[in-house]
């Protein structure tokens, strides 16, 4: 019973990521798996081209993303895998003509998509990052911002890249946000809430910037980095049980051999 649970807190199950899948005329083999958890799976592919770059037909590396597959306790859930793959992949169609966002290649099966591999590294790692590096970013996210999205997981330093030209990157965007002037009753409502929201992720960035480059920060880069707003207290208090109890019990299950993501490299 335990390790039927353990493959239902996977979003594949005990089936895990596909060992090979197609794109255009190439075949890819799976080759690293970056995270699997409840809601979704997200892994690296490899083919034997020798291009290196998404423009290109044939990219020699991607990314599939698959959505929620797996049923839990009974209850089917490929829905809401679905409905995660087509709000994300609207996000980044969205966002793909700007600098600093992977582009959308391809829907794989009826919750998965395919996107464009991004060489480098996360900011989780211990890397040098460039002086201009967060003021790129800055950039890019004023630019996400200017079309009425908000990010909602810049705390997240995995999803922030140093590319391998220097430059910033972002990725997962599963809970980021579209919020236009109608998107609740009242037009204000609406702008307040994305106000808030941008609000947050301008917040994290800087509570990077000040923990990773507390050289380059600027006085009121200091100011924003410190100043944290009633939504992420709220969030802060009811995520942060949540988390740790989600957390325990995948620990329990891994411990017991009860719930290990397939891995290949």
Known sequence: MLKSLGHQLLACGKNGMPAQITFGKNKYHLSKIFKHDFFAATALYKSESKSRTAKKPNPARIILKLNRQQHFLGLPLAWLGKILCCHEAYIIRRLSHLQGIPSFLSYYGKTGFIYEHIEGCSLDKDKKLPDDFFDNILYLLRQIHQRDIVYLDMNKRSNILLGSDKKPYLVDFQISLHIGEHLLIWRWLSKYLRDTLQKADIYHLFKHKRKLCPQLLKPQEQVLSRRISGLIWL????????????????????TKGLA????ET
């Open 260 to 263: 290990v993501a397939k891995r």
């Open 235 to 254: 969030h802060r208090l009811a995520a942060t049980p949540l988390r740790n109890l989600r957390r325990a019990l995948l620990k329990y299950l891994h």
